[in-house]
């Protein structure tokens, strides 16, 4: 019997089954520093414990993105490493913050196959949540991916497709308790634009961008324990790439979106997300972003802003041909839920 | 309005103007083992809390030089954004020493200005303060750098030059309190090597070389949340290629220096110094130091040296052409104080 | 007199001399995230406080091959700086778990000098000791290396040459206090294979394989403290290549095996190694293991394997040629003693 893994293939996935995906991750301050060292993050609540404090916080919280990476990277083995492609997030929600010291693990739940026509692949959608020490939930988020079949002969499956929303409620959104924004310190953070000054429909330029560097991505997701070969491995592909983590190229945004957001302190809800494009070592990334949503929210001084974070390795604001598909240098379009001060 | 902030210019400079720099930054072990990754860094004293402890203080403090880089950063948005060169450093101290956990901001003075006679731009000379979470002062130093004029037809201020001392006078030397160097251990810090060994206008080649590469000089540059452009965006200069933080040079050069300045432990004055060339990847980096002056202190066991340190790629002991400019493989010279067991 | 240590030569070390390596260091969780980040490790004793609770410990220590760099490197100014090769590791233990927050000091007795016929360098062994703040021994190995004459004319030494074990014996592995296998979860730890699993003359591709980059391997052998020229310096060799650490290559191996021996938690013994062929930047670096014995433990539900485990750049399974040389594609022969659960 063989000892290694081959990971799971299309036929071997059946809606309601979970999966307690393996190897908790203790995480720590390395985390935080390893995280602000990889990308140009600057908020500041993630950023200073006094400013953290400040805001109702006991402590500057892991980054939502970094919580997101460790949680996701734990169900690599078991969702994607057979994946061609991953293919939508919706239904993001970050429970509760992650402290340096807590422990986190994750836990799959197949909500959808559908085999796709050609017999050969299928997509399998799957609720995942993040879990701490104390079995509460941090995170959770549907994602859908296609998966081989390892066995083309198994018959397909009952069709299920779940039922996503467009996009969270903000009246779902789960705010970190004790978060208040009434006495929020402006000047510390960057920018003096608060939630009223935002609207729907306006479009950001961030400015800035970053060349992208073969160690930098693979230290960022060997550090979520993210194993899929095709970051890693420069023999995997025929041209010799090493296609650089999604998720690297989602936290490189939203840490260049800090000039134009710098109060867009915390990610709250994931709408959705495409990886419009693969991102390549030597590629310069760029990021714009585009107001779609605002509401209110129960905590003191504490409004919610619904973006669309676009990385580019071109120039902002525009995204889709007019055959209605991603331009080649559009790489990732996100829709996500933050807190920022009213 | 742009919510995009496009940094100060020379005109937006007046004496007397201070600026509170925004986004603090809590610094952890994490940091510090960052430093120890990008730098060849082995003093003793911010290698080993046991060490640090038998001289005195209560843990291995942060690397001055982190200290110094993390006050720096906050700074880059509001002074350097627009810099077209960094042109000097004086009156610098260390005044606390940096501990795991505390969360440093800045502040600047603006304390000089004088238009070129061009009109286009100006320098402009700040006195930077770094505080830490009780805003006690843990570090402050004067820089003074070239700034473009945003508007051409701005008037021309009236010219202040600040008079700034030629060296830090050893008497206003900082030393951290209970620092104690009269049971010093040479044989576990790596060098026999005393204070009373090393005469002034001694030279040290410390011998060893660090080729740079991209992934570092970036991974350190955003660690301390220095976001200048330059640094990171191969698209941004013409040739291609991205400058390396001048910071990144000073602490490659002090940690290379361990060889021959094992003793050298901490630095609490900072002269002057001059970014002589521009260093890029691939560069290998070297240095050498020259024994400016001596001086002794009141705490027990420790003295004070002044040390001139030379990062270049070239040959040591060579500095300046016939024509009184640095040699183009000069890369840094650096005039600080550091303290050293007597 | 130079201030900078030129190193030991052959004709400086004599059988019994103790040398007390300099520059302690203090561990931290910064390490342990550096590491994850450095090399794509997920054993999950030392990646979840959590799990490492539940298998009888205080926490997750540090990885026992981040131990050993540690009091590796600090040995290398000593041992090392004037080393033509490093020939061989033996009868090495792990004696105590490293904590975060443990100091390390390393102290090395030479047990063995040979002069070679040529009369130019000679062989020395010499047995390692790594210690706690508390002066506990956490690790002890012999390695001998091939160290240049300073002085050509110096007399040859009398040849002593130390008896050392082909391979540790089980009985005397130190198991960590408190370990406690018996109620191991298998499903989090990621594999479902138990010792009693695994076959003596067993071979496993671990299948996964790493691109190394240049940056990686600098940040992690200074992390170590580990100041060998070859390493860092691109004009030291006439290539222009640098040297890869063998260290890296171990550690890079031992994560990859997680893929097939992801229960083999704790290395607690080194029987031998070889470092078959340099490794450079560019390689993708794979690994296979052969089970070479097995062994009870007293300690509950965890029994002792020994492992080959092999580090290639090629093929699995493929170690010499004919003419019983490593092949050239090999990069690590390594020989060590895991604990895994019964």
Redesign the interface.
């Known amino acids: ?5 081959a990971g799971r293939f299309f036929e071997d996935y059946q809606p309601g089954q979970v999966i ?1 995906h ?5 995480v ?7 995280y ?7 908020h ?1 609540l993630a ?5 953290a404090r400040a805001c109702g916080l006991p402590a ?1 919280p892991l980054d939502d993105l970094a919580a997101f990476h460790v949680v996701f990277g734990k169900t690599v ?1 078991d969702v994607s490493l057979n994946a061609v492609a991953n293919l939508g997030y919706a239904e993001g929600r970050w429970l509760k913050p992650v402290w ?2 807590d ?1 986190l ?1 994750s836990e799959s739940e197949v909500i959808g196959v559908k085999e796709n026509s050609n017999g050969k692949s299928g997509v399998v959608w799957v609720r995942t949540r993040g879990l701490n ?1 104390n079995d509460e939930p941090v995170l959770e988020y549907v994602r859908w991916v296609m998966v081989r079949k390892g066995n083309l002969s198994a018959p397909a499956p009952e069709t299920v497709i779940p039922d996503l929303a467009k996009a969270v409620d903000p009246s779902a959104l789960v705010i970190p308790d004790g978060l208040d924004f009434s006495g929020y310190d402006f ?5 003096p ?1 608060r939630w009223g ?2 609207e729907v429909g ?1 479009t ?8 992208i ?4 991505h ?3 997701t ?2 979520w ?1 993210n ?1 899929a ?1 095709v970051h ?5 592909r025929p041209d010799g790439k ?1 296609l650089i983590y999604g998720g690297h190229v989602i936290s490189m945004a939203r840490a260049l979106s800090f ?4 109060n867009a302190q915390l990610i709250v809800g994931l709408n959705g997300g495409a990886h419009a494009n693969p991102c390549f070592a ?1 590629d ?1 990334v760029r990021a714009w972003s585009e107001v779609l949503d605002k509401a209110e929210t129960p905590a003191p001084g504490v409004g919610a802003i619904r973006l669309r974070l676009v990385a580019t390795t071109g120039a902002p604001f525009v995204l889709k041909g007019d055959d209605g598909k991603y331009l080649p240098e559009v790489l990732l379009d996100l829709d996500y839920w933050a807190l920022m001060p009213v």
Chains 1, 2, 3 share one sequence.
């Open positions: 019997m063989s000892k290694t893994a307690r393996a190897v908790p991750r203790t720590t301050l390395g985390e935080r520093a390893l602000h060292a990889l990308y140009p993050a600057r500041a950023s200073s414990d006094a400013f500057s083995p340096p010291g422990t693990r020490q000047g510390l953070a960057g920018e634009h000054d935002y306006e950001i330029d961030h400015v800035d961008g970053v060349t560097e073969e160690a930098e693979m230290m960022a060997r550090l324990q194993t070969k890693f491995d420069a023999t995997y090493r000039n134009g957001l710098a030597g310069t």
